[in-house]
Structure formats: structure tokens, C-alpha cells
Nanobody
Framework: QVELVESGGGLVQAGGSLRLSCAAS????????MGWYRQAPGKQRELVAT???????NYASFVKGRFTVSRIDARNTVYLQMNSLKPEDTAVYYC???????????????WGQGTQVTVSS
């Protein structure tokens, strides 16, 4: 079993910053891709940013230049630094990861429970 636990969400004023963290734990041999998604009320979940095991990143157009995704493999952790936050960034942010477990032949693909980010105007 692999579990993701997010932290770092909260309430911030427009223009402010937050840093989200997501730590993976469990039977992990290797994590391939890690990333962040978000879901606002009444909307579908959407990609925010991803980072591969080689460090390649991919960002949604609406966060380019404001958000930075990074990871520390030794800690099985991915981060999302969010700057210049806007009210429209308000959403539940979910962490996701896929990789290879220690004890099973098949890979894993898991989601975290989500963390609320609220940006006030």
C-alpha cells in the first residue's frame, strides 16, 4: 500500500504565497511521476503541475510563472510553491504519484486526500 499525505493549504490574501507538500509512504521501490491537481467547486479536476523522475516539469498555462513544482526523491516528497495567488486559484489541491512498489509486480497510481487552498480578494 502506498499513501500520499498533503499539507500546507490554508487561507491567504490575493498576491500572497503558499507552499504545499506531499509525502509518499509505504512499500515504494521507485516513484516515477508526481504532480498536483486541483478541483474548484462545481468544476472538474484539472492538472496544475507535474514532475517526472528525471526532473522534467509540466505546468498548466494558468500557473506558469507563478507556481513551481519540485521534488526530493530521498524523502519521496513533492512540493508546490505558489506565488502571486489569485482568488481563482481557490480549490482543493490534490497530490498524485505513480511508480513501482517493492513487493508487487504491478505499478501503483495513487491520490492524496486533498488540501484546501482559499485565496481571498
Amino acid at each position: 500500500q502506498v499513501e500520499l499525505v498533503e499539507s500546507g493549504g490554508g487561507l491567504v490574501q490575493a498576491g500572497g504565497s503558499l507552499r504545499l507538500s506531499c509525502a509518499a509512504s509505504g512499500s515504494i521501490l521507485r516513484i516515477n511521476n508526481m504532480g498536483w491537481y486541483r478541483q474548484a467547486p462545481g468544476k472538474q479536476r484539472e492538472l496544475v503541475a507535474t514532475i517526472s523522475s528525471g526532473g522534467s516539469t509540466n505546468y498548466a498555462s494558468f500557473v506558469k510563472g507563478r507556481f513551481t513544482v519540485s521534488r526530493i526523491d530521498a524523502r519521496n516528497t513533492v512540493y508546490l510553491q505558489m506565488n502571486s495567488l489569485k482568488p481563482e486559484d481557490t480549490a482543493v489541491y490534490y497530490c498524485a504519484a505513480d511508480g513501482v512498489p517493492l513487493t508487487e509486480a504491478s505499478g501503483f497510481s495513487v491520490w492524496g486526500q486533498g488540501t484546501q487552498v482559499t485565496v481571498s480578494s
